[in-house]
């Protein structure tokens, strides 16, 4: 699956890591003491990029 820039558009992006909704939701709760679960519906994954044309970081559902 080609990913593109949110910024850019270009497709020349790297995979940084992957992160699980249940450990994002556990530091928002810590950190913040917020629920957000309810921003990500049935998601159970967000997948990191970089984008070396742009620079830019930025996740993917």
Known sequence: MK???PLSGS???VLIDRVKISDLLKIYNKLLKSDIASEFGNT???TFYHCLDS???????
């Open 44 to 46: 159970q994954e967000l």
């Open 11 to 13: 497709n020349n992006n």
């Open 3 to 5: 990913v593109f820039c």
């Open 55 to 61: 620079d830019l970081f930025f996740f993917i559902q």
